[in-house]
C-alpha cells in the first residue's frame, strides 16, 4: 500500500505531538515526580511509535519503542528523573524532531542513525536506581532492604509519608496473613480494606488492588496506611475478621534528617494526595478529567492549509474593492435602492473580513512554545541559573507576523542570557537572587500585539554604548558628549554593533539587534527599550494585528494619491508656512508645547505639481513611531478608508518610504506610505 498519502499527516500530527513532548520535558525536569506529567511523555512515545511503525519508519519506532521502555520505569519508580536523564529525552526530542523536517523536506528520514541515542537508553536501563526492596523505614539503604519481605516505598510513598507525619499522623506497614483453606480471599480483603478506611487511609498494597481483586496472590498480602489511631486498635479490629490469622503491624519510621528535607509534596493537595483510590478508577477518572479539560481548552479545530486561506483573503478583497467602486459613482446617480445595496455589500464584506480575519489569527503560544528550551540549553551552556516566566500566550497574531516574529525573539532573548543577566557571583555581590529571571509577554493594546523581553540583569551602560560607537568611528566624541539616553540606546540597534568583550557561539558578532529592528519595521512595528542600570532591561514590540486588510487615510501629494496607516496617525493638523523653522538642515514646527519634525512627501516621494509649496496654510498628518512624532505635509485629505495590502512584488521589492500598495475603487493604485522609513 502506498503510504506517502498520508505522509502529511503523518507530518503535521507528528510535529503535534512532539511540541506536546517538548513541554512535558520542560515540566518533568522541574516536577521530576509529577505523574501526569509522566504519562502524558509516555502517551507521546507510544503514539509516535504506533504512527511511525504504522508508516514504516524503522529508526523513529526502535527510538521510541526504548523511550518506552525508560519511561515505564521511571513510572514504576525504579528509575530516578535526573538532569542528565531529562538531557538524554531531549536527545530523543531532537532526533525525532529532524527525522519529522526531514521528512517534511525529502520524504525520507536522513541518514543519521537512532543507534547511539538508543545506547544511552539501554545504559540508563542497566545502571537504573531501583529501589527493589527498601524497608519501610524511609531513607533506608539497599543492604537493610535486602533483608524486608519485599514491601517497598518508592519516592513517591516516602514523601508522602513524610508529609503525613509532619501532619501529626502515624504510618504503619501492615502485613495480614489470610487462613490457607480461605476459599473467598478477595471478599476477606475487601472486608480488611473496609476495617482500615473507617480509621486510616491505605496509600500503598502489595500485590497491587487489582491483583488483590482478582485473587492473584496467595495468603498475604501488605498494605502502607496512614492514621491518627494505635497500632494496637487496628491489630484488635483486623485479627477479628473470620479467617485473618495474623496481622502483623511495624511502625514506617522517618528520621529526623529526613524530615528536613524537602517533601516534594504540594500542601494543597495533601489531603487529597493521602485518600487510598482504586488504582483503576484513579485511572480512569484522570483520562476522563485531562480529555474533558483537553476539550475544553482545545475546542472545535480544522486545519486549513495557508493558500486556501489566501485565496480566500483575494475574494475579500476583490469584495471591497467592488465596494468602493460603487460608493464612488456619483451622487446624482445614486438612487435609494443603490444606498440600500452599497450598505448591504458594505456589512457582508466587513463581516467577510472579519471571519477571514479570526481564521487567520494564530496565538502566539506557536512561537513561545520554543523558548523554554531554548533558555534551559543556554543557561547550561553560560553555567547561568536562570527562569523563565512567559504571560500572555493566548494572544493572537497574523499567521504572517507569526512565521516572522520567532527570529527577532530568538535574538532579544539571547541578548538578555548573555549580556542582560550577571554572572552568579555578580548577582550575590549585588544583593541579587543567584536565580536570574527573564520575562517574555505578550498582550493586545488597541489594534497593536506589545511583545516584552525583559530581564533582571544589570541594564545596559549606555556610557560604555557611547565609548564603543566612538572607537568603531560611528560617532565623534563631543556628538557622543551631548547623546541623550533615547539616541544612545539607538546605537544597539546600528548594524555590526557589540558591547560583548569577546565573540562566542551565543553573540558578540555585531548580529542581532539591528536584525531584530529590520524585521519588525518591515512588519509595520516599531521596538522600544527601556533600561535601568543594575536592575534590567526591557525590550517592547508594537505589532500590528494583521498585514492584509488596514484602516487608512488617503491623502494627495500632488496629482497622486498615498496611504497612511491609521494606527500610525496621532492627529491632523494645520500650521502656517511661515511658523517652519531650520535647526541644522531640518525642518520643524513647534506643536503642541514640543519640536515636531516636518517631512514634505512632496520632496521624499519626488512628487511634481504640489500646491503646498505656494500655501500660507500647511495640512500636517502628524505620525508616531514609539514616543517619536513627525509632521508629513501633504495636499489635501481624501479621507479614511478600509484598503487592502498588496505587495510590490520582487522587482520593485526595498524601494524606500513605501510599504506597499493598494487598488482604489476606480481602479487608481495608491501607494502605502513607510511611516517608519520617514521618522
Given at each position: 500500500m502506498d503510504m506517502n498519502q498520508y505522509l502529511e499527516i503523518f507530518i503535521e500530527e507528528s510535529q503535534e505531538h512532539l511540541q506536546s513532548l517538548n513541554q512535558s520535558l520542560l515540566g518533568l525536569e522541574t516536577n521530576p515526580k509529577d505523574s501526569k506529567i509522566l504519562n502524558e511523555i509516555f502517551r507521546v512515545a507510544h503514539t509516535l511509535k504506533g504512527m511511525s511503525g504504522t508508516m514504516g519508519f524503522n529508526s523513529m519506532t526502535s527510538l521510541t519503542h526504548q523511550m518506552e521502555n525508560v519511561l515505564d520505569e521511571i513510572r514504576n519508580g525504579k528509575i530516578d528523573v535526573t538532569s542528565s536523564i531529562v538531557d538524554v529525552l531531549f536527545e530523543c526530542l531532537d532526533y525525532l524532531d529532524n527525522t519529522v523536517n526531514n521528512l517534511a523536506n525529502t520524504g525520507k528520514e536522513g541518514n543519521r542513525s537512532a543507534e547511539d541515542i538508543i545506547e544511552k537508553l539501554n545504559n540508563i536501563l542497566q545502571n537504573k536506581t531501583a529501589y527493589v526492596t527498601p524497608s519501610p523505614v524511609v531513607g533506608q539503604n539497599k543492604e537493610e532492604a535486602a533483608k524486608n519481605d519485599g514491601f517497598s516505598l518508592n519516592q513517591y510513598d516516602e514523601s508522602l509519608v513524610k508529609k503525613a507525619i509532619q501532619q501529626g499522623l502515624n504510618a504503619y506497614k501492615?502485613?495480614?496473613?489470610?487462613?490457607?483453606?480461605?476459599?473467598l480471599k478477595s471478599a476477606r480483603a475487601f472486608i480488611v480494606f473496609q476495617t482500615i478506611e473507617r480509621n486510616g487511609e491505605i496509600f500503598k498494597s502489595m500485590p497491587k488492588v487489582e491483583d488483590i481483586e482478582d485473587e492473584k496472590f496467595d495468603t498475604n498480602f501488605t498494605l502502607g496506611i496512614v492514621s491518627k489511631e494505635s497500632q494496637a486498635l487496628f491489630k484488635k479490629e483486623l485479627e477479628s475478621i473470620s479467617e485473618v490469622t495474623e496481622a502483623s503491624i511495624e511502625e514506617i519510621i522517618v528520621s529526623e534528617q529526613e524530615l528536613n528535607k524537602d517533601t516534594s509534596i504540594d500542601t494543597d493537595n495533601a489531603d487529597q494526595d493521602l485518600q487510598q483510590v482504586d488504582p483503576i478508577e484513579a485511572v480512569e477518572k484522570e483520562g476522563n478529567e485531562e480529555t474533558q479539560n483537553r476539550k475544553a481548552k482545545m475546542g472545535k479545530t480544522v486545519r486549513v492549509d495557508i493558500d486556501r486561506l489566501d485565496n480566500l483573503m483575494n475574494l475579500v478583497s476583490e469584495l471591497i474593492i467592488i465596494k468602493n467602486g460603487l460608493e464612488g459613482i456619483g451622487t446624482d446617480a445614486r438612487s435609494q435602492d443603490m444606498n440600500e445595496a452599497v450598505e448591504y455589500l458594505e456589512r457582508i464584506t466587513t463581516n467577510l473580513h472579519d471571519a477571514v480575519m479570526k481564521v487567520r489569527m494564530v496565538p502566539i503560544e506557536r512561537v513561545f512554545n520554543r523558548f523554554p528550551r531554548m533558555v534551559r540549553d543556554?543557561?547550561?551552556?553560560?553555567?547561568?541559573?536562570?527562569?523563565?516566566?512567559?504571560?500572555?500566550e493566548e494572544t493572537e497574531l497574523d499567521r504572517t507576523v507569526i512565521d516572522e516574529i520567532g527570529d527577532p525573539l530568538i535574538h532579544l532573548i539571547r541578548n538578555s542570557l548573555d549580556h542582560g543577566i550577571e554572572e552568579k557571583e555578580q548577582r550575590l555581590k549585588n544583593n541579587k537572587s543567584v536565580t536570574g529571571r527573564l520575562f517574555l509577554r505578550a498582550y493586545q493594546d488597541g489594534n497593536s500585539v506589545v511583545i516584552e523581553v525583559e530581564d533582571d540583569g544589570k541594564g545596559i551602560d549606555l556610557e560604555k554604548v557611547k565609548k564603543k560607537a566612538v572607537d568603531k568611528g560611528l560617532l565623534k566624541h563631543v556628538e557622543a558628549l551631548e547623546l541623550d539616553e533615547k539616541s544612545a540606546v539607538e546605537l544597539l540597534f546600528k548594524p555590526g554593533f557589540s558591547t560583548a568583550e569577546k565573540v562566542s557561539d551565543i553573540s558578540g558578532r555585531g548580529v542581532g539587534l539591528d536584525v531584530v529592528k529590520t524585521k519588525i519595521e518591515s512588519l509595520n512595528g516599531v521596538v522600544e527599550v527601556e533600561t535601568t542600570i543594575g536592575k534590567g532591561s526591557k525590550f517592547i514590540i508594537r505589532l500590528p494585528l494583521t498585514l492584509a486588510i488596514i484602516q487608512a487615510l488617503l491623502v494627495a501629494v500632488g496629482n497622486e494619491k498615498y496611504a497612511i496607516p491609521l494606527n500610525v496617525i496621532r492627529d491632523i493638523t494645520t500650521i502656517k508656512a511661515d511658523s517652519i523653522r531650520n535647526i541644522h538642515g531640518q525642518e520643524v514646527v513647534l506643536n503642541r508645547d514640543s519640536v515636531l519634525p516636518i517631512v514634505r512627501l512632496n520632496k521624499v516621494l519626488e512628487?511634481?505639481?504640489?500646491?503646498?509649496?505656494?500655501e500660507d496654510e500647511l495640512t500636517i498628518v502628524v505620525v508616531k513611531k514609539g514616543d517619536k512624532h513627525a509632521g508629513f505635509i501633504v495636499d489635501r485629505l481624501i479621507g479614511q478608508q478600509e484598503i487592502v495590502i498588496k505587495t510590490l512584488g520582487k522587482f520593485l521589492s526595498g524601494i524606500r518610504f513605501i510599504a506597499g500598495a493598494t487598488i482604489l475603487g476606480d481602479g487608481q493604485v495608491a501607494l502605502i506610505v513607510d511611516t517608519n522609513a520617514l521618522i
Open positions: 501492615i502485613k495480614i496473613s489470610l487462613d490457607k483453606g480461605c476459599m543556554l543557561s547550561k551552556e553560560l553555567g547561568k541559573d536562570i527562569t523563565l516566566t512567559m504571560s500572555g512628487v511634481e505639481n504640489c500646491s503646498c509649496e505656494n
